[in-house]
């Protein structure tokens, strides 16, 4: 069986580049906005606060991972309020740490905090398949590979053997891929997550991604989750966040774009694995989608790496 989750986060290249253990003591606050650098935070011990711009405020806890995927800006603080409106500065420590606030004394919390990349082309189009904010609750045990996995972070980034770096970016890249799985059944923001956690609009997601190439309609995807075709449509729209035909579309795309780069086939051979009966009417749909004919789109990304913007 066809698993959509899988089908995406191997299209997204998750990879962890950049991490760092941060502590904190008494009022401290600061503040992000990064383009295109999805944002994770593991809590080591300790507790804090994180408020995603646009959602209410939560209070993060000891073994809770968190995941920003896109470009959304969000404040993460100590619960004791800040006497002025500037934000805090990070204060090197020796091995490598930084600390926030009170410089002196025990930490109140202490995380390991970073950006990841991901590394397709089409990540602008695959991360809006995914959840706005993903927040995994240690206390709740959702997985125990998890809570292995946090605890293996959480060991290596305090230690100081041969290699660390290398190992901790490959279990940070596991760690990504485990929080989406975990996430699945309790994602609250739209997304596929959110799709797939709901049982009778998984069984459309799953045949959509199964038979790519059938000419699917609405109603025949509603038969699919057991539903009528305006109450499939409205619940589909609501927890995905596009609608069926949409997100259909962007998915073919994005195949279509993964086959074009890695050269197989010719256009012929990848309208038809992408569900379209001509070449033609895959290159007016590619274009206008894409912006570019899929047979300059293989050139240059054969060529050299297309620009985001370009996609």
């Known amino acids: 069986m066809v698993d959509p989750l899988a089908e995406v986060v191997t299209l997204l290249q998750p990879q962890a580049r950049f991490s760092k253990v941060v502590s904190g003591a008494g009022p401290w606050r600061v503040r992000r906005s990064e383009a295109g650098q999805p944002f994770y935070c593991v809590i080591l011990d300790g507790s804090c606060r994180l408020a ?8 993060l806890q000891e073994g809770d991972f968190v995941l920003i995927p896109s470009a959304y800006g969000f404040t993460m603080s100590s619960f004791a309020p800040m006497t002025s409106d500037s934000d805090s500065e990070p204060v090197a420590l020796p091995h490598g740490e930084f600390r926030l606030g009170v ?3 025990p930490p109140e919390v202490q995380m390991l905090i970073g950006y990841c990349v991901f590394g397709s082309p089409d990540a602008a189009l695959l991360v809006s398949l995914l959840p706005q904010l993903l927040h995994i609750h240690g206390e709740n045990k959702l997985s125990n590979r998890l809570a292995t996995i946090v605890q293996l972070v959480g060991d290596e980034s305090r230690a100081l053997r041969p290699g660390r770096d ?12 485990e929080a989406l799985r975990s996430a699945a059944g309790t994602a609250a923001s739209p997304g596929l997550l959110r799709g797939l956690a709901d049982e009778r609009l998984a069984a459309a997601i799953r045949r959509m991604h199964e038979s790519m190439t059938r000419p699917w309609t609405v109603a025949q995807l509603a038969k699919e989750a057991a539903l009528s075709r305006s109450a499939f449509f409205e619940r589909f729209s609501r927890a995905v966040g596009v609608a069926p035909m949409a997100y259909l579309l962007a998915w073919r795309m994005a195949m279509a774009k993964n086959l074009l780069r890695r050269k ?3 256009v012929a051979e990848v309208a038809e694995q992408v569900g379209y009966g001509s070449a033609s ?9 894409v912006g570019l004919a899929p047979a300059r789109y293989a050139r240059e990304a054969n060529g050299v790496t297309v620009s985001i913007a370009a996609l």
């Open 52 to 59: 995603v711009d646009g959602q209410e405020p939560i209070s």
């Open 103 to 105: 410089q002196s004394g």
């Open 166 to 177: 290398v190992i901790l970016a490959h279990l940070l890249e596991v760690l990504l891929i």
């Open 264 to 266: 197989e086939g010719g």
């Open 281 to 289: 009417a895959f290159s007016v749909a590619f274009t206008r989608h």
